[in-house]
């Protein structure tokens, strides 16, 4: 079974500091991943994914991520974060090609000040 | 295009009581999902309907939790007994396909059980 992990919990960060988010995923075989956002009290919408292809995806809002197989990672990066990106991040994969469940780290709780 | 429903937006029992969550997922999506998301935690998937049949319940805990999708569309998920453990956000979501290449969430009901 595959497992995700998200090693910081809280990051605080001033506008206008660069962002990155650490995800590690266990699993030997081919996944898919995603980066989900959860603003205050609204729902989780999709950030970006990895299916195959260019390692390196760009999604909504500035947000890009990397995928690093040799690393089982997948972080998430922004050069230049706004007081708006202030939200809770879940990386996320599962097995591509079959009908897997989604499996979620626990969640990166971001704090941008101004 | 229109996004997952659910209802109630809140709910609070006491333990022992039953409830019940309704979600309406996005028109032509044949998967849905029910999951789990305790404060802290990252989602976790409850079941997994493909159409009408279960795809995968392996996380449900079936002794006091049912979930049902009669005809295909919409979907009901019954907690009987709840115990305090079980307050929490419970999350639909919807994809056109199983292998979830790109599910919407709804913005979930949060029970809270005193």
Redesign the interface.
């Known amino acids: 079974a595959q497992s995700v992990s998200q090693h910081n919990h809280h990051v605080i960060l001033s506008e206008a500091a660069s962002l990155e988010l650490g995800c590690n995923y266990s699993y030997g075989g081919t996944v898919n991943l995603f980066w989900y956002v959860q603003y205050p009290g609204q729902h989780l919408q999709l950030l970006l994914k990895y299916f195959s292809g260019d390692p390196l995806v760009k999604g909504i809002k500035g947000f890009e991520a990397e995928f690093i197989k040799s690393k089982f990672s997948f972080n998430l990066r922004k050069p230049s974060v706004q007081w708006s990106d202030t939200a809770e991040y879940f990386c996320a994969v599962n097995t591509a090609g079959t009908a897997s469940k989604l499996t979620f780290g626990t969640g990166t709780r971001l704090q941008v000040t101004l | 295009e229109a ?2 429903a659910q209802s109630p937006r809140y709910k609070i029992i006491e333990k022992r009581q039953s409830v019940a969550f309704w979600c309406n997922p996005i028109s032509g999506h044949a ?1 849905l ?1 029910w999951y789990q998301q305790i404060l ?6 409850l079941i ?1 309907f ?1 159409n009408n049949g279960v ?2 319940d392996s996380q449900l805990p079936k002794d006091r939790f049912s979930a049902e999708r009669l005809k295909g569309v919409d979907s009901t998920l019954k907690i009987q007994p709840a115990k305090l453990e079980d307050s929490a956000v419970y ?1 639909c ?1 919807s994809s056109l396909d ?6 919407i ?4 009901t949060r029970l809270t059980v005193v």
């Open positions: 996004g997952v998967t999902y802290g935690q990252g989602p976790k998937l997994q493909q795809v995968d999350l979501a199983p292998a979830w290449t790109g599910g969430f709804g913005q979930g």
